[in-house]
T-cell receptor, first 116, second 115 residues
Framework: NAGVTQTPKFRVLKTGQSMTLLCAQD?????MYWYRQDPGMGLRLIHY???????AKGEVPDGYNVSRLKKQNFLLGLESAAPSQTSVYFC???????????????FGPGTRLTVT | AQSVTQPDIHITVSEGASLELRCNYS??????LFWYVQSPGQGLQLLLK??????LVQGIKGFEAEFKRSQSSFNLRKPSVHWSDAAEYFC?????????????FGAGTRLFVKA
């Protein structure tokens, strides 16, 4: 199993450009999440999905959009990048509650995004 | 509102010494509690989890954590630290609300191990 994969690993954008980050998981997880990690602030939830075709806003959703057309994929879009979106982005997935599982999350390796 | 506090931004311990990383949370009911570890340049990996049952939970890599409801704490411990344990550690609290399951992460504690 590949687990959770993210593409690309690194990206540099100019202010105003757009891009899409792709997350894929092969564990048949119901939940998928997008976080951003900034120094000293831990992880902050951007958007999440509890199942195929459903998405919801997290703690810091402004400037981002997401889609989950297939259960295994979760896309994060930046329509008009800003320097404040320079960060490391992590995707994660988890089962919903079932025997032996407590919604623990499995993380991808991250995407380092720089907006100049 | 739910929150997680990790009071120590960084900790330095000698190899072979014991370790305790502190975590306090704010939540009205019994939360789901987690510790994750992040090595440089990598994603987070689950060390251990707690929701119910024995309040002392064992995790991977020789780590354990104890849930103390009266203190709203879930501290992580290891009896003897190895150089490979140098990493950043995140405590997290999870809960169910109308939108589904959500997890709040602490700001992290960076562990340095000296020879």
């Amino acid at each position: 199993n590949a687990g959770v994969t993210q593409t690309p690993k690194f990206r540099v954008l100019k202010t105003g450009q757009s891009m899409t980050l792709l997350c894929a998981q092969d564990m048949n997880h119901e939940y998928m999440y997008w976080y951003r990690q900034d120094p000293g602030m831990g992880l902050r939830l951007i958007h999440y999905s509890v199942g195929e075709g459903t998405t919801a806003k997290g703690e810091v959703p402004d400037g981002y959009n997401v889609s989950r057309l297939k259960k295994q994929n979760f896309l994060l879009g930046l329509e008009s990048a800003a320097p404040s979106q320079t960060s490391v982005y992590f995707c994660a997935s988890s089962y919903s509650r079932r025997a032996g599982h407590y919604y623990e999350q499995y993380f991808g390796p991250g995407t380092r995004l720089t907006v100049t | 509102a739910q929150s997680v506090t990790q009071p120590d931004i960084h900790i330095t311990v000698s190899e072979g010494a014991s370790l305790e990383l502190r975590c306090n949370y704010s939540y009205g009911a019994t939360p789901y509690l987690f510790w994750y570890v992040q090595s440089p340049g990598q994603g987070l990996q689950l060390l251990l989890k707690y929701f119910s049952g024995d309040t002392l939970v064992q995790g991977i890599k020789g780590f354990e954590a104890e849930f103390k409801r009266s203190q709203s704490s879930f501290n992580l411990r290891k009896p003897s630290v190895h150089w490979s344990d140098a990493a950043e550690y995140f405590c997290a609290v999870g809960y169910l609300d109308t939108g589904g399951f959500k997890t709040i992460f602490g700001a992290g504690t960076r562990l340095f191990v000296k020879a």
